[in-house]
């Protein structure tokens, strides 16, 4: 059986990519969602769609979340002979 490539080697532009496409993708089931959810006639298929979208959203707020944390966000030691300005 194969096994599966636990080692990957992305630079930050690639982690950027990702996550501006998922935040793409994210949008645009939303939008999808609030479509399904202003139909004046709900129906059964409308609820498993909704149930499928909103899987999916949960999926990916979940590993937008998980790629935030493992971050690190650089903050100069107190000793810097400048203040330091965040913004």
């Known amino acids: ?3 599966f490539n636990t080692r990957f080697e992305l630079n930050v532009r690639d982690i950027e990519l ?3 496409a998922l935040q793409s993708r ?3 089931l939303s939008m999808i969602r609030l479509g ?3 139909d004046t006639a709900p ?6 769609r909704l149930a499928a979208l909103d899987e999916t ?3 990916i707020h ?3 979340g998980r790629l935030h944390n493992q971050k690190v966000f650089f ?3 107190a000793k810097a002979p400048a203040p330091y300005v965040s913004g």
């Open 36 to 38: 399904l959810l202003a």
């Open 57 to 59: 959203l949960a999926d």
């Open 62 to 64: 979940r590993l937008l």
């Open 1 to 3: 059986m194969p096994k």
């Open 75 to 77: 903050r100069p030691d």
């Open 26 to 28: 994210k949008k645009d």
């Open 43 to 48: 129906s059964a298929e409308t609820s498993e």
């Open 18 to 20: 990702i996550e501006t």
